[in-house]
């Protein structure tokens, strides 16, 4: 079993940053990709990033690159999703996820454990 923690999450004006953090705990394994998604009220959970295990491969929706940054920390078990030039359409609740396989997916189904998620909100 993996347990995921995020933090960092609030209230935001449009044009600022925040920096959401997913701390593992248990089995994990710095081959494990990670992945960040958000839902927001009355849509469908939509993949934002992913990372590798080593880190040196990483994807984004089309939405967020080029603002958002995901990257990790293995010795700290952590992943880190850097949100910059936040806009109201990023308001959602984000979840850290873990895929067991090290290539990333952008598909939440092969995601096998899930943080409670933590609310982003922006306003303009």
């Known amino acids: 079993q993996v347990h995921l923690v995020e933090s960092g999450g609030g209230s935001e004006q449009a044009g600022g940053s925040l920096r959401l953090s997913c701390a593992a705990s248990?089995?994990?394994?710095?081959?494990?990709?990670m992945g960040w998604f958000r839902q927001a009220p009355g849509k469908d959970r939509e993949f934002v990033a992913t990372?590798?295990?080593?880190?040196?491969?990483?994807y984004y929706t089309d939405s967020v690159r080029g603002r958002f940054t995901i990257s990790r920390d293995n010795a700290k078990n952590t992943v880190y999703l850097q949100m910059n030039s936040l806009k109201p359409e990023d308001t959602a609740v984000y979840y850290c996820?873990?895929?067991?396989?090290?290539?990333?997916?952008?598909?939440?189904?092969?995601?096998?454990?899930w943080g409670q998620g933590t609310q982003v909100t922006v306003s303009s």
């Open positions: 996820a873990v895929n067991r396989a090290s290539v990333p997916s952008t598909l939440a189904r092969t995601y096998d454990y």
């Open positions: 248990g089995r994990t394994s710095s081959i494990y990709a």
């Open positions: 990372i590798s295990g080593t880190g040196g491969t990483t």
